[in-house]
């Protein structure tokens, strides 16, 4: 299995997990942030149709984030930003970044 196979289930798991928490509890902060890095993981390894929901799902991860909380998310985005070629993440790290102040 390649590392980008690997990481796109990883990253497909991680989003499976964090929709179950957010289906029984829907501003489970957390759970929120999961599935924002999940599905901006899974837009870098090939599931472009993810782009909307990645920056969606960043909105509604720093809905009611402090600015250190925001600013510790910015960090996992600009993690996952260093694989981002592309530059298929700048919106959702737009919206964290912002949060962040």
Same mark, same amino acid.
């Given at each position: 299995?390649?590392?980008?196979?690997?990481?796109?289930?990883?990253?497909a798991?991680?989003?499976?997990?964090?929709?179950?928490?957010?289906? !029984? #509890?829907?501003?489970?902060?957390?759970?929120? &942030?999961?599935?924002a890095?999940?599905?901006?993981?899974?837009?870098?390894?090939?599931?472009? *149709? !993810?782009?909307?929901?990645?920056?969606?799902?960043?909105?509604?991860?720093?809905?009611?984030? #402090?600015?250190?909380?925001?600013?510790?998310?910015?960090?996992?985005? *600009?993690?996952?930003? &260093?694989?981002?070629?592309?530059?298929?993440?700048? &919106?959702?790290?737009?919206?964290?970044?912002?949060?962040a102040?």
């Amino acid at each position: 299995m390649s590392d980008v196979e690997a990481a796109r289930q990883a990253f497909a798991a991680a989003l499976t997990q964090a929709g179950a928490i957010l289906d !029984h #509890t829907p501003r489970h902060r957390f759970a929120r &942030e999961a599935r924002a890095l999940a599905l901006c993981g899974s837009e870098i390894c090939g599931h472009t *149709d !993810h782009a909307e929901a990645a920056a969606e799902a960043m909105r509604a991860a720093v809905l009611d984030a #402090t600015p250190m909380i925001a600013g510790r998310l910015l960090r996992l985005v *600009d993690a996952l930003c &260093e694989m981002d070629h592309a530059h298929i993440l700048s &919106e959702p790290r737009r919206i964290v970044a912002h949060a962040a102040g």
